[in-house]
């Protein structure tokens, strides 16, 4: 492909093929991403989408316009040049000529549409010329119209053409200010005009009864059942340059308008009902390009836009007249107010649609990545990979069923349930029918959720922190370890193992064990029946008899034993020194029919390169629980930040909450339940999830707080009072867990806990005189408090040492008690410079009379630190 493009288009009976024209007309088929990695032996001619070139068009360059036909024998387009010369080719070495029409007045092709009730029919339009006809309709299996009757508007211009659905009935945007509706279903023809300056991109709605048109900033709405008014008349900010129905939608409309790498989309609703001549619209632009090329000089505007004539919401974009990309809509929302369920956000379709031939032809894991192509969230690391089927919103993690029931009546019925409300296990999730993969994901923040703390194995391995004291904390010996294989696999690849406190630490909150506890875990997967995930575990631990075994033994439970009997036949049979070169060569073409992605990690594990287990870590049917432990165990420091990095970014711009395994709370997280929520409307989820999880400051970001009100909104709709009182008093706990509390605090010196709190809960004395108050030892760990450095007793132990020896009579047990009794008697206090102290009361009474420290061999003056006058003390009591 050289040179720029000026346009592209699917062919309607062909939606694997589509054409682009520029410099050159070209033709392509769309395949897999699989196919086109088997095959190509070059570069792609088209980078951003997975297509092979198949022919061109040599006899027409510079094509002023160009229409794909209805035909469904073969793919074939109209081309009309600058000159008015109008080609049909069907991209065969063949020419006939009587497939070229010439006018009789030389000037250029403006526009041209072919009929949709009868493939053979086009339409043409032409400049102005004041001695010839501006529209000629040409049946190209009659040959070249000569027929007075084929001719219209002589002496007027052509600027824009298209044909009603529902009858042959061609409409005109003609001389800049008439729009003409030709009825050619008698022999003599009759029209119908419109006065109107938006004359521009004519387009008939997929249920024929709407028309729109546009003049640069105004697209005007008709009712083509009664035309003489316009429906609606809607503004924008830049002028229009495309409009175009999506044809799997009778109410999306679409413009692409100048400079702007946004897709204005307009959704047309009737009031009433779809004959209703009162109509609304909601607008919205998205950009199909990922994140990080929005402020980018990348791709600058969007020149072209092609509707797929089947797949739902799927369309061609030509961006900067040079890259042609394949996009699918982000699932929209619309508004619908039920004396029921009175939710506002509902789904307009369900996410899944049939894939294309193409598509289907290719196989696919079944627990793919959830993908998006939300641009506000998208951030792929790759254009290519985002454009190449990665772009949809047909989320594997979310089941089927679920989108295809009414989701608002399934919120609903789990609110009943107390869904999110306590602690999950696996009877809740029975009880509450939850998907797989919501039951893995509130498992896994389960196992992240400790000291009140969702705990992101981000920071838990020291990823990202600096020099900070976190940082400090959380780094630590790493020490690698050489594994030997098991007999009989004579294996040349070094396997080095790296361990380290964090790590250990992060594969136990990953849900893997070490040593004596692997064996019981492995029997806890093999009794839930997962049984290629613990054959897995084992194969990573070196365990590879062991894998047999449970292979062998799950083989004789099956209904269909085939996959896990070969594949207990080739483990036990494995020679890496021997087979792996044979089955590295084999495992990309294994992998497509081995359905179960834990096997196929099994073999990509045994058939590694060296050091290379890039294969094992995007084997995305695996969780990302033991993807990540596997990380943690086998990769380096270097290549363990990077992955968890790429697979948080991959997660917030598909919206998978297992995310959260490694971002905790945070603002990633935070972005995280934003993509999902974006992408699932799943509204319930996301504000439990940030309740129950979500405890810090993170819980007063707006989004969350967003999130609860709605949620609480929908719970009033419904009239779930004391639901929504109990979710009230559980956000009321957090928010009164989550205020300041004490921040300077006495801990004790062997496990550092507090034992402020120990000394200031202990019962008030009932008799003052003869009470002691007995705390001399940590209430944590029992170890003993350290001694007053005047009464010689442990701390937290009080005595009555203020009264005289019988002098002061019933005064000086009033003093004594007295000062008992106030808390600040017993407080520990301690000099800044020599570290001794000890009760306040005593230190108070020494330094009246004293400068230096009670403490015999310390000469620190202690009270001359302070630079209290000694006639300023005053007594506590």
């Known amino acids: 492909m050289s040179g720029n493009i000026h346009g592209i288009s699917w062919f309607p009976n062909f939606p694997d093929k589509f054409v682009s024209w520029g410099q050159e007309i070209n033709l392509y088929e769309v395949r897999s991403k699989e196919e086109i990695q088997q095959t190509q032996q070059q570069k792609s001619r088209l980078p951003y989408i997975p297509c092979n070139y198949l022919s061109n068009e040599s006899r027409y360059q510079y094509a002023r316009c160009v229409a794909a036909s209805y035909h469904s024998d073969q793919p074939i387009i109209a081309v009309g040049l600058a000159d008015g010369k109008i080609g049909i080719c069907n991209f065969r070495d063949t020419f006939d ?3 070229e029409y010439t006018p009789r007045q030389q000037r250029m092709c403006t526009c041209l549409a072919w009929n949709e009730l009868d493939a053979n029919i086009l339409a043409i339009g032409h400049d102005k010329h004041r001695s010839d006809s501006c529209i000629t309709i040409w049946d190209i299996e009659r040959g070249v119209p000569k027929e007075t009757a084929n001719f219209f508007g002589l002496s007027e211009s052509a600027n824009s053409l298209c044909w009603d659905h529902n009858h042959r009935v061609l409409i005109a945007g003609m001389s800049q200010n008439l729009i003409k509706l030709f009825d050619l279903r008698q022999s003599n023809a009759t029209c119908q005009s419109i006065k109107t300056k938006a004359v521009q991109g004519l387009a008939v709605a997929p249920n024929g009864n709407y028309l729109c048109s546009y003049v640069d900033s105004m697209i005007m709405l008709w009712d083509l059942r009664a035309i003489e008014r316009p429906l609606r008349q809607i503004s924008s900010s830049r002028n229009h340059m495309q409009l175009a129905w999506c044809p799997t939608r009778t109410s999306l409309l679409s413009s692409l308008q100048r400079d702007s790498p946004y897709i204005t989309l307009y959704d047309i609703r009737s009031v009433d009902n779809e004959s209703s001549r009162e109509v609304y619209h909601v607008k919205r632009q998205i950009s199909p390009f990922p994140a990080k090329y929005q402020h980018s000089s990348k791709f600058a505007a969007l020149n072209g836009l092609s509707w797929h004539p089947r797949d739902f919401e799927r369309m061609l974009l030509l961006a900067d007249a040079l890259n042609i990309l394949d996009f699918r809509l982000p699932a929209s929302l619309h508004t619908a107010y039920s004396n029921r369920h009175k939710l506002p956000l509902l789904m307009q379709r369900p996410l899944y649609t049939a894939p294309s031939p193409a598509i289907a032809a290719a196989p696919a894991s079944p627990s793919a990545p959830p993908t998006s192509s939300c641009s506000t969230h998208s951030t792929g690391s790759s254009l290519t990979d985002y454009q190449m089927g990665q772009n949809s919103l047909s989320f594997d993690f979310l089941e089927r069923e679920l989108l295809e029931e009414d989701l608002v009546e399934e919120t609903r019925q789990r609110a009943l349930q107390d ?16 998907t797989p993969y919501l039951r893995n994901v509130w498992t896994t923040l389960g196992n992240v959720f400790c000291e009140e703390r969702l705990t992101g194995l981000k920071s838990t391995l020291g990823i990202n922190l600096g020099h900070t004291s976190e940082a400090l904390m959380a780094s630590s010996r790493i020490e690698s370890q050489l594994l030997q294989w098991p007999d009989g696999i004579n294996n040349s690849n070094k396997l080095v193992c790296y361990r380290s406190e964090q790590r250990d630490l992060a ?7 070490f040593d004596q506890e692997l064996d019981r875990f492995i029997e806890q997967l093999y009794a839930n029946k997962e049984f290629s995930r613990a054959a897995m575990i084992c194969v990573f631990h070196l365990k590879v008899l062991s894998a047999c075994n449970i292979l062998s033994q799950a083989a004789d439970m099956m209904r269909d034993p085939s996959m896990y009997r070969i594949t207990a036949i080739a483990l036990s049979s494995f020679n890496a020194d021997r087979c792996s070169s044979t089955w590295r060569n084999q495992r990309s073409t294994a992998n497509m029919q081995i359905q179960d992605p834990h096997l196929r990690a099994i073999f990509s594990f045994l058939t590694m ?8 870590l995007k084997e995305e049917g695996v969780s990302l629980a033991d993807r990540v432990a596997f990380a943690c ?3 380096s420091e270097t290549k363990l930040a ?18 959260l395994l490694l971002t905790g709370e945070s603002l990633d997280g935070i972005n995280i339940l934003q993509s999902y929520m974006d992408a699932s409307f799943d509204v319930q989820t996301v504000a439990l999830v940030a309740i129950n999880y979500f405890r810090n400051e993170h819980f007063t970001d707006n989004r969350i707080q967003y999130w609860i009100a709605s949620y609480l909104d929908y719970l009033n709709s419904w009239e779930l009072w004391e639901k929504r009182a109990e979710l009230d008093i559980k ?21 550092g806990k507090s034992v402020s ?3 200031l809960d202990e019962p008030r004395p009932r008799s003052t005189s003869t009470s002691t108050n007995r705390l001399s030892s940590c209430p944590s760990c029992r170890k003993p408090l350290p001694r007053c450095s005047l009464c010689l007793m442990h701390m937290g132990t009080m005595i009555n040492t203020s009264g005289g020896s019988g002098g002061a009579g019933d005064a000086s047990t009033d003093q004594a008690g007295g000062w008992q009794l106030k808390p600040f008697a017993k407080w520990f206090s301690w000099c800044q410079t020599c570290r001794h102290g000890g009760h306040t009361e005593h230190i108070m009474q020494w330094f009246k009379q004293n400068s230096e420290c009670p403490v015999s061999s310390c000469n620190c003056r202690c009270f001359d630190m302070d630079g209290t006058k000694l006639n300023a003390l005053r007594d506590i009591s």
Not at 643 to 649: G, L
């Open 642 to 659: 990077d992955y968890i990095k790429q697979r948080i970014q991959r997660a917030i711009e598909c919206g998978d909450l297992n995310g």
């Open 419 to 434: 869904y999110g409300m306590n602690k999950p296990d696996n009877k809740r999730f029975a009880e509450l029918q939850l």
């Open 609 to 616: 390169e060296k050091d290379n287990f890039d294969a094992v």
């Open 507 to 513: 594969l136990q909150l990953c849900g893997w064990y």
């Open 757 to 759: 709190n120990a000394l």
């Open 633 to 635: 165990k086998y990769l």
């Open 97 to 99: 000529s009587s497939w």
């Open 731 to 751: 956000i009321e706990n957090i928010r009164a867990s989550s205020r300041s509390s004490r921040t300077v605090y006495l801990s004790c010196n062997f496990c």
